[in-house]
């Protein structure tokens, strides 16, 4: 069932819960800008926020959200392990630097942010074992093809609750949703908006024009009514509530239809095919 509000929450195969969309973070960098997008954010009502080791900004996030006086019980924090901590002893030590420049004791969710052939199966391990440790409360991955999952599951002692990956109506990546599904894993949009890319495409302009929606509005909206649960990013107040606005209308059928006929398998970011054989983003 599509979800209602922006609050609203999903069970994962864990047990925990995890809001429904997220706040996106990457290339935030600065501490104004950190504060009044927070700000804005958590003012419209999303509860996750998302980051990673990679962006640099966790020890900006985490002053940040302690100034503003939010509760941690009433945040869903997102973290991912960087490529060049990835193996079992520099996660584990990695991840404390997490915490410490969240300025938390524990994580909602950690993702490993990319898979990695050489401590595939090292990095993994060491998630469980954070899980174990009460730091981390859910594990998942992120850019896991169908393929990387299948191989981690081969040694798994659990599987990642949460996949996320590039998703906008240029990728739909129908088929790795499917398969997500089947094996009980929530997908998660990054870069629901395409980075701007799509957002002139005339067919989804048409579609927000009918709907009295702006094209952003009705992307989010796509994502939502497939299941998946969209962290878009912006560093404008407008457009962080414009985002958030999506939970008062609905697509019909053949606005999915056309919508997801837009794929073009186009990526705005890294193949993860790449990044698993040689370690890194770029
Ligand atoms: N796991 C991964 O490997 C991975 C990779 C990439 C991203 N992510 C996560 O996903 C989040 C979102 O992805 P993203 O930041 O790459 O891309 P995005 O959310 O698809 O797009 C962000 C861009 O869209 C603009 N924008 C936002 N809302 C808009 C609106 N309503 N109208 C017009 N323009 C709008 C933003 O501009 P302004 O900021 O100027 O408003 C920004 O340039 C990231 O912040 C990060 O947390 C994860």
Redesign the pocket.
Known sequence: MTPTKITDTIELADGNRMPVMGF????IGDQETMTTTINAAWNAGYRMF???MM?RNEDILGPTIHQLGLPREGLFLTS?VAEVVQGYDRTMKAVEGSLKRLQTDYLDLL?V??PVHEYFFDTWRAMEQLKADGKVKSIGV??YTMAHLELLATQAKEMPVVN?V?Y?PYLNQQALLDFDRDQKIVTEA???????VV?DNPMLAKIAKHQGK?V?QVILRWELQHGLLP??????VE?IQ??ADIFDFSLAEDEMTMIDLLNKNER??NEPEIVYETGKQY
């Open positions: 996106g973070t990457y290339l998302d980051t990673a962006y991912k993702l942010h990319w992120s850019n996320q590039e906008h990054w870069s629901p908006l395409g980075r701007r957002l702006t952003a962290i878009p990013k912006s560093t404008h457009r414009e985002n705005t970011g």
